[in-house]
């Protein structure tokens, strides 16, 4: 990855960019996370704006709470990844979905953006106003684990779901 990227907001600009890189998940058949990623992109102006208020905490279902959404852009304007931050923590974000939940498009994994990502997310995180985010993953995802571990994280107790799943629970640092 010798490529520069930055965190956008989500904007009208890059629909083409959005388009090719929802598309490409879809056809993956993987599951599309962060959970914002799996919000229908049509009409493309209706799913920005709907991003954008949620920031504000505006028009979201009752028990959530405010979330602002980054595109990971490439200098050729190719979205790469996706994180969702979480402003604050519900219990049920405090257990299994933490402050910062981020994915990159299938194509463009194992080339170090997630690390890059997850680092841009801890400095919008502290942008925000959260001095500790918690970040949480599958204790089966080895490569998302991974890149927790690259921001020099806090182990914090796990959680296991219903069914069993173990979910890893870090905690970090944004200052």
């Known amino acids: 990855m010798n490529e520069h990227v930055r965190l956008v907001k989500p904007t009208t600009e890059l629909e083409e960019e959005y388009l090719d890189f929802y598309n490409e998940w879809k056809s993956n058949g993987g599951d599309m996370i962060p959970w914002v990623i799996k919000k229908d992109p049509t009409p493309f102006s209706k799913m ?3 991003l954008l208020l949620a920031e504000k905490g505006e028009n979201q279902p009752d028990g959530w709470v405010p979330d602002s959404t980054y595109w990971l852009v490439s200098e050729s304007n190719r979205i790469l990844g996706v994180v969702n931050i979480r402003h604050s923590l519900t219990e049920k974000l405090s257990q299994n979905g933490g402050h910062i939940g981020y994915g990159i498009r299938p194509s463009e994994r194992r080339k170090g953006y997630a ?22 993953c599958d204790a089966w995802n080895k490569p998302s684990e991974r890149t927790i571990l690259s921001a020099d994280p806090v182990r914090d107790e796990d959680f296991i779901e219903e069914d069993g799943n173990v979910i890893l629970r870090y905690w970090v640092d944004t200052n």
């Open 48 to 50: 920005v704006d709907s």
């Open 115 to 136: 690390t890059k990502l997850l680092a841009l997310s801890i400095q919008e995180a502290h942008s925000i106003g959260i001095d500790q985010a918690l970040i949480v």
